[in-house]
């Protein structure tokens, strides 16, 4: 047995952070982009501004994922995240945090996706 069974894996990722208006139909267009260009989102976060969102889309294929938003006109940032997999249980994102902070590792924001009832 490992010694947290609550942490099935650990990566690093890529995030892109895309500057979008703050207007119906907006996410649906970047979305639309990388559905055509096949760059597979594992996650994503929307946060509003006055008069943009602030789109961070972990993907699959960085450079693919820039080249293809830019082209189309977008700002588009990058940086490596951690991707962690854990056990979709009570309990099973608590026990990997608490490591983290245990080890001083500090978390500036985060977001999540999950399928319900997979382990």
């Known amino acids: 047995m490992s010694a947290n069974p609550t942490l099935l894996q650990a990566s690093i990722g890529h995030q892109i952070s895309v500057f979008?208006?703050?207007r119906p139909g907006?996410?649906?267009e970047v979305i639309d982009i990388l559905r055509e260009?096949?760059?597979?989102m594992l996650a994503l976060s929307l946060s509003e501004g006055i008069d943009i969102g602030y789109l961070?889309?972990?993907?699959?294929?960085?450079?693919?994922a820039?080249?293809?938003l830019e082209k189309a006109g977008h700002l588009v940032l990058d940086k490596p995240v951690i991707l962690l997999e854990v056990a979709?249980?009570?309990g099973g994102l608590a026990s990997a945090i608490d490591r983290w902070a245990a080890a001083g590792i500090n978390i500036d924001y985060a977001y999540?996706?999950?399928s319900p009832g997979s382990d």
């Open 56 to 64: 961070r889309i972990a993907v699959d294929k960085l450079a693919e």
């Open 88 to 90: 979709n249980k009570p």
């Open 37 to 40: 260009n096949r760059i597979n």
């Open 20 to 22: 979008i208006e703050n």
């Open 66 to 68: 820039k080249a293809c």
């Open 112 to 114: 999540s996706a999950n």
């Open 26 to 28: 907006t996410l649906g």
